[in-house]
């Protein structure tokens, strides 16, 4: 009986110590992570990209947004990419710049005059939004063209 109590009180302090050192270990890792992503800057914006274009993005990168003008529900955004000053709209969406508020968001976020404060991330043909519908699903802009394409 003295042999297993002993074994267990020995089993209980290494897994004690193994458990330990795990919570210790992904602690650092989350504080490493959350130190980076604290003193992250944005990148330097290059002498291509229009003055009053923002940037949105993380440690990962990001994208350099300017809004070129609004007319009805149309936003016309030109997007730039941050580590070269490329535009986006020329490289990937076919120099496309007219994008539209999805349709469950559409009543509420025509009143919002500076999209940019509202701007999340971006995915292709659309730009997400840090606002949400009443179903909690995030608000978007899309581009003009796959807009038209659900609507036939």
């Excluded at 003055?51 to 936003?75: P, R």
């Excluded at 971006?122 to 179903?135: A, P, Q, T, V, W």
Aim: glycine content about 8%; some cysteine.
């Amino acid at each position: 009986m003295k042999k297993t109590s002993k074994f267990l009180k020995i089993a209980g302090i290494i897994i004690g110590l193994l458990i330990f050192f795990r919570v210790f270990y992904l602690g650092s890792i989350f504080l490493v992570d959350y130190i980076r992503v604290k003193t992250f800057k944005p990148p330097e914006k290059l002498s291509n990209i229009p003055d009053g274009a923002i940037w949105k993005g993380g440690v990962d990168g990001g994208y350099w947004y300017y809004l070129l003008g609004k007319q009805d529900s149309i936003y016309k955004i030109e997007i730039y990419i941050d580590y070269n000053g490329e535009s986006y709209n020329k490289e990937i969406l076919n120099n496309e710049k007219d994008f539209v508020i999805c349709k469950e968001c559409k009543g509420s976020l025509d009143t919002i005059s500076n999209i940019y404060q509202h701007i999340y991330s971006n995915s292709g043909e659309r730009i997400y939004l840090d606002i949400f519908d009443k179903n909690k699903k995030r608000c978007y802009l899309e581009l003009l063209s796959q807009h038209q394409k659900k609507l036939k």
